[in-house]
């Protein structure tokens, strides 16, 4: 029976643990591909490996910024005045610069507002545009809710090179270069991509726009220059310690117009050096332009030097490839059932928790390997699903182990002192350890004389107290010398010694209690004359014998019992019945032999023929040794 509980529980456990995993990770896909909740937890992650490996990585020194400072503001008054300046400010440094044959100019300039007051201002830029086969400009999409106002997108789409057609009526709200004439669009997205936290990680390399798949800027830039792009609509960026070479838009303005003829030739060759066959950004780190980000490594970062970053990580390949989630979810599920294993087993959650961490920096330092080589494994959403599993299952353990002691606790208390019963307890014994085991016990019965006679001379509510006072007294006996009771049969006592605690002193502990619950039996008769109660005849037999038995809870599953079972307890119970007319305690032999050394004297009263045995038992009485 034990053993089946066993089972049962183990089932019942594997059940439960079986449950939760499949749950956790039935919700670990869902959240996987769909509800993306932990994203965020996802990307501070990423935060952390974009800054340990920040300074791994150099900015391209072919990228560089021209940036329309606040300085740069300042230096332009007398010329240009207050921002926004006359588009043929930057016609006469598109000119300027075209002598020197930059790879790409890039505005990070919107020009979508056409100067009503100056449109030849306007006219110079588009022919200072026109004049260069590689000066991008920005669009930016807005609101799909706008779109039924907008332009249809089959007349622009030439605009952002070749691209993938969609509907043919769409039309899109679109930001466009207006004071720029069409005829000169080189066109690319510049929509920032700021995840739920504020926080610019991405970029996008594509948007669709009713079916129609328009390049971001970065992305436009790089294919044009061979670069391979990723698939997909975006990447993650990678960010350097410290960003692309800035060159402050005066001083180049000045330097490339009004300082130009007197330049002498190392002057030009250090221009040439300088802006030759270079990508350059052009754009505003400005206060007063309120374009600015946070990103992994801060606060404040333009908008200008992100655009820079991103055309540089398509450029270079340094673009985070994430892994797909698949591979997160094949992580999890390898933790969770792992743990559930451990859990099954009845693993100390102490060393499943201590696996689990291992297995956790394992991970985190795998997908920080991986990330030096611009691929990204998701670890965190699968690790943090992990981990409720194991504080799941460590707490449904502790509950299962509370209950079991609890279980256990019910049970021994019935049959052990209660020290003796805490002893057990925590030493983790459970019904399951406890069952089916031989061991060496003393077992002693204790048999009243004369209850018959007793019971039909009172009222039975009479009898019953009396039993009760008296049953109570010998049970603490019992317990005081360290036995554990085993029933009670009718008005007889079953205790033994040498379980479940181990006693070598079972024998000698059990012939200690005899002679006290002897001393105890004359106690009560005196307290019962002086009451003015007859009992006379009220007397008991108790039988003690020592050998091996099956020791364990045996019963119903609605009842079980803490027992002992076999020939010893059967030559006990023997043993008890041949003490009227002899002695109140008769002990065996054998219970002799394992007192050894003892405070007793043993005085043997012969040789006894006992039911079931062929041989006679030899029986002897036990008493105190005098000093």
């Known amino acids: 029976m034990p053993n089946l509980l066993h089972r049962i529980s183990r089932a019942l456990s594997s059940r439960w643990h079986a449950a939760l995993a499949a749950a956790l990770l039935c919700a670990l896909g869902i959240e996987l591909f769909g509800t993306r909740f932990l994203a965020t937890t996802e990307y501070r992650l990423i935060d952390v490996y974009m800054r340990r490996h920040a300074g791994e990585i150099a900015a391209d020194p072919g990228i560089v910024v021209v940036d329309i ?20 400010i ?21 020009f979508s507002e056409r100067d009503l007051k100056r ?7 588009s022919e200072a545009i026109g004049a260069l086969p590689n ?21 622009i789409g030439a605009a952002f090179g070749p691209v993938k057609a969609g509907l043919p009526v769409a039309k899109a709200a679109l930001e466009l270069p207006f004071a720029v004439q069409p005829d000169t669009w080189r066109l690319g ?25 328009l390049p971001s800027l970065p992305a436009r830039v790089a294919r044009d220059l061979g670069a391979a792009i990723p698939a997909g609509s975006e990447f993650v960026m990678r960010w350097p310690a410290v960003g692309s070479k800035r060159l402050p838009y005066a001083e180049l303005y000045r330097t490339l ?20 066959d270079k990508i350059l950004v052009i754009g505003s780190s400005a206060a007063s332009t309120f374009d600015h980000h946070t990103t992994p490594l801060g606060t404040g970062y333009p908008g200008v030097d992100v655009l820079a970053l991103a055309i540089d990580n398509l450029k270079n390949g340094h673009s985070v490839r994430i892994v797909p989630p698949v591979a997160s979810l094949a992580l999890g599920a390898l933790l969770i059932l792992a743990l559930a294993l451990l859990f099954v087993r009845r693993t100390n959650p102490l060393t499943a928790g201590a696996l689990l961490m291992v297995l956790s920096f394992a991970a985190l330092a795998a997908a920080d390997f991986g990330f030096t080589h611009n691929v990204l494994l998701e670890t965190a959403t699968p690790l943090v699903f992990a981990w409720s599993f194991f504080l799941c299952g460590a707490v449904g353990g502790y509950l299962q182990e509370r209950r079991t002691r609890e279980q256990a606790v019910s049970l021994f208390r019935r049959f052990l002192n209660p020290g003796v019963v805490r002893q057990i307890v925590d030493q983790g014994e459970t019904v399951e350890s406890l069952s089916g085991r031989t061991r060496e016990v003393t077992v002693l019965f204790s048999d009243i004389r004369g209850f018959t006679t007793l019971s039909e001379s009172r009222p039975p509510q009479e009898v019953v107290a009396l039993l009760n006072r008296y049953f109570e007294r010998q049970v603490e006996v019992v317990f005081k010398h360290g036995g554990t009771l085993d029933k009670f049969i009718g008005d ?19 012939v200690a209690a005899a002679l006290e619950m002897q001393d105890v039996l004359v106690e009560f008769k005196r307290e019962l004359d002086a009451e003015g109660s007859n009992v006379s005849d009220f007397d008991v037999g108790i039988g003690v014998h020592s050998g091996p038995a099956v020791v364990g ?37 054998e219970t002799v032999q394992a007192c050894g050394e003892s405070a007793f004297r043993f005085q043997h009263h012969g040789a006894f023929a006992v039911k079931g045995r062929s041989a006679e038992v030899q029986l002897y009485e036990p008493m105190r040794s005098t000093p």
């Open 553 to 589: 809870f045996i019963g119903a599953q609605r009842k079980l019992d803490y027992t002992a079972i076999g020939d010893t307890v059967n030559l006990a119970s023997r043993v008890e019945g041949l003490t009227k007319g002899v002695a109140r305690v008769l002990v065996t032999a």
């Open 492 to 510: 007889c006592i079953m205790a033994f010694w040498g379980a479940p605690v181990d006693d070598q002193q079972h024998a000698a502990h059990a």
């Open 257 to 276: 117009t009004e300082r130009r003829p007197d330049m002498s030739d190392a002057e030009l060759d250090q221009a040439r050096a300088l802006l030759g």
């Open 135 to 155: 000066v991008y400009l920005p669009a930016t999409r807005l609101l799909p809710v706008l779109d039924t106002g907008g332009r249809p997108v089959a007349d």
């Open 189 to 213: 997205l510049i929509n920032s991509l700021e995840d739920a936290d504020g926080i610019l990680r991405r970029y996008r390399l594509q948007l669709d726009v009713h079916g129609w798949r």
């Open 69 to 88: 400072d606040d300085a740069s503001m300042a230096a332009m008054q007398d010329i240009a005045g207050l921002w926004a300046w006359p588009r043929e």
């Open 119 to 125: 449109p030849k201002s306007d006219a110079r830029l």
């Open 90 to 110: 930057h016609a006469d440094l598109l000119e300027a610069l075209a002598e020197f044959k930059p790879r790409a100019v890039v505005f990070d300039i919107a």
